[in-house]
């Protein structure tokens, strides 16, 4: 089993639209979640952090459920620059090492 | 953007040929990573270095070897190239070991080719 898993997609939404996706992860002492963002042919950037009580950054709405050890990003009024891949990671039993998702891709369309 | 540059940017080479890789910072952080990125696989850790000449195995080290002589500069070479090794080579660098407050910065990336 993958440490990280995640929905490959492709979400296709209009503009202006809510979208949303998960990311499970397989262990259970990870303390530490992020969301990147990685544009085509380009370096993974540094989306936000996911905090225990959830966390929100203008559009982008970060969720964790230990419970069901999986961490959710919600973005709303979606814009066609929101077009990219998401990548879900998780720290690993050290947190200087991490663990990645292979990402989920969104693209925004007119 | 942090201060990472990676060098080159695009490399094709032949199979059993040596290949390094550079990665430079300036922002003195000490904390420096080599991950590879193939589709359908997230970033994979290759090497990390914590320090200078303090250096680490990651999950997919097999034929690589690191360098790291100066704060700034953490050198990522393949031996003898293989085919599996055409990926693209992302550096990473962060200025602890806590990711929870201070995440990895990525550099822009190495499209290696091995022919």
């Known amino acids: 089993r993958k440490e990280v898993e995640q929905d490959p997609g492709p979400f296709n939404v209009p503009e202006g639209a809510t979208v949303a996706f998960n990311c499970t992860y397989s262990?259970?002492?990870?303390?530490?979640f992020f969301w990147y963002r990685q544009d085509c042919r380009k370096e993974p950037k540094l989306l936000m952090s996911?905090?225990?009580s959830g966390n929100e950054d203008g559009r982008f709405t970060a969720q964790l459920n230990r419970a069901s050890q999986y961490i959710s990003l919600l973005i709303r009024d979606s814009k066609l620059s929101d077009s990219a891949t998401y990548l879900c990671?998780?720290?690993?039993?050290?947190?200087?090492?991490?663990?990645f998702g292979a990402g989920t891709t969104v693209t925004v369309r007119a | 953007d942090a201060g990472i540059t990676q060098s080159p940017r695009h490399k094709v080479t032949e199979t059993g040929t040596p290949v390094t890789l550079r990665c430079h910072q300036t922002e003195n952080h000490r904390y420096m990573y080599w991950y590879r990125q193939d589709p359908g696989h997230g970033l994979r850790l290759i090497h990390y270095s914590y320090g200078v000449k303090d250096t680490d195995k990651g999950e997919v080290s097999d034929g690589y070897s690191v360098s790291r002589s100066k704060t700034e500069d953490f050198l990522l070479t393949l031996e003898s190239a293989t085919s599996s090794q055409t990926s693209v080579y992302f550096c990473?660098?962060?200025?602890?070991?806590?990711?929870?407050?201070?995440?990895?910065?990525f550099g822009d990336g190495t499209r290696l080719s091995i022919l």
């Open positions: 996911v905090y225990s």
């Open positions: 990671v998780v720290n690993k039993d050290s947190d200087y090492k991490l663990s």
């Open positions: 262990n259970s002492a990870s303390q530490s």
């Open positions: 990473a660098i962060s200025p602890t070991g806590d990711n929870s407050n201070q995440p990895q910065h």
